[in-house]
């Protein structure tokens, strides 16, 4: 799936592989197939790299193509295809026109908490001379909170801090937006509001996407590159 972007994106493709497309599962030898097969298909024909999912909040700055198992995020500023996979997570894209900068991030609940907008992208948008105010900001399909139920196990570290104020209660269950929270991450560290696009696709429901949460334990991939 190409996504439409704004006129503030004219410069830079998103897409995100789809179920018809096969897991993308760098583990498994299908989805090392998959991978290439669904590059040629959108014509992404540039030097490929792709951030890992381990749930930390490590953003590498790229200069050669290959794949960052250890990063969760990648931004360069070379004329790379940017890659990340996600089931349920945010596939979080970005670029300033400005700076010439794109960059893809898995944001999970998990990094988001330890750092990943707050500490890890404003450190790495400050190494790039990037202001925040340049950016763009693409939030790929992902889980919406009425359907993202977390445990007692996660609920009760998050009582008491800012993070509660993201967890939603209905039918005795309690729920985390994720959506909202990385929203509020972004406008903290300097990225404007208007500037924040959503495509409003949840994981869960779609019928287009993985979703852990319904079970599959398959992975999407999306990726963002220069035209």
Known sequence: MEFKLPKSFEGVRIFSSEITDGPMNRLLEEGRRNAPKFLRKIRASKPFSSAGQPHKDLIKIIEK??????????????????????????????????????????????????????????????????????????????????H???????????????????????????????TQAAVCELEGIGVLKDNIYDSKVDTYLSDKFYSARRGQNFVFLTVIFKK
């Open 148 to 178: 993202y139920e977390i445990k007692k196990d996660i609920y009760d570290p998050l009582r008491g801090t800012k993070w509660e104020g993201f967890i939603k209660s209905k039918n005795s269950k309690n729920y985390f937006d994720l």
């Open 65 to 146: 193509d290959g794949f960052y198992k250890n990063a969760d995020g990648l931004l360069t500023r070379g004329d790379y295809v940017l890659a990340v996979k996600t089931a349920d997570c945010i596939p979080l894209l970005l670029f300033s026109r400005e700076s010439c900068v794109i960059g893809a991030v898995h944001l999970s609940r998990k990094n988001l908490i330890s750092g990943m907008v707050s500490k890890s992208l404003k450190e790495n948008l400050k190494k790039l001379k990037v202001t925040p105010l340049s950016l763009k900001i693409f939030l790929a399909p992902h889980i919406r909170w009425p």
